[in-house]
């Protein structure tokens, strides 16, 4: 299989859950706990794409250019994306934003009007931007209505198109028909934007996976727009259940969920809702009640309870057997 890209959009989308008033500080902490983990591409700015930050849009706490400065200056490996939306961002802007070090472009556009599009993904070329077809409300359109759009954002030049379930309203049958037609009629890679206003965010990128996109979108905790975007930490984890190659470390992205960005919203009067401890017992296949005993063992032996529940997912573990997880935060202790 393929290797899977990932952008990571907590500083972007995830923006609107903060009203666009994340601080340079933070906006920093974050970033570099993402590039840290191995996200791909780190999509930074405004909620509402560059220069979005106005009085119909809300106003952010610093402009897109000082936010992009300020990531660019801790990022070590992961490339630095912003959006733009055609009408409100300008091809001034996307010099602007190259010269502070942006390296990704995504020109986002309503699903039936890629044509105005063309300028801005031309213009990002010549500049030397990797440069994202960004449709969007993607449930709006047939599959063939898709195609048509996506076919004249690779025709104006753009290196990866991407359906984009703006308002979670599509159905995984809806995301394979889609993303299985341009993977068929595009010859550049496909990806897709999933919110989790149905609760389907996870299924539908694994949809879209299964029929051949290969960049996917996530935010930590899945902030964003509505009910969130897809959750990176839990994306990641999923991947790697199902054998995708990728290059995003799992544990490093909780820790950046939990140790970062939730703090950093407490501040904000926000609380993440997607449950990591959960989450790990899932990806391990362990007994519920497991969890406390871990953590009390965890805390015991100096060691990450998140190495014990894998190894008890290892083992097999089933109630009856809490024994093993002393045993194994000791071995865990000793080996370190």
Known sequence: MPKIIITDTTLRDGSHSVKHNFTLEEIK?????????????????????????????????????????????VIKNAKLATLLLPGIGTVKDLKKAKDVGVEVVRIATHVTEADISQQHIIEAKKMGYFVVGFLMMAHRASAERILFEAKKMESYGADVVYVTDSAGAMVSNEVEEKIS????????????????????????SLAALKSGATYIDGSLGGLGAGAGNTATEMLIAVLNKTGYTHNTDLFKTMDASSYILNPILKEHGVNLPLLLDSMMLGYSG????????????????????????????KREAVGGQEDWIVEIAKELSNND
């Open 286 to 313: 362990v007994y519920s009640s497991f969890m406390l005993h871990a953590r009390r063992a965890a805390k015991r032996f100096n060691v990450d309870y998140r190495d014990i529940i894998l190894e008890l997912g």
């Open 181 to 204: 037609l341009l993977v068929k009629n595009l010859n550049i890679p496909i990806g897709f934007h999933s919110h989790n206003n149905l609760g389907l965010a996870i299924g539908n």
């Open 29 to 73: 902490k974050i970033c570099k706990s993402l590039d840290d983990a191995g996200i791909d591409i780190i999509e930074v700015g405004h909620g509402d794409g560059l220069t979005g930050s106005t009085v119909n849009y809300g106003f952010s706490k610093y402009n897109d250019f000082e936010m992009l400065e300020a990531s660019k200056s």
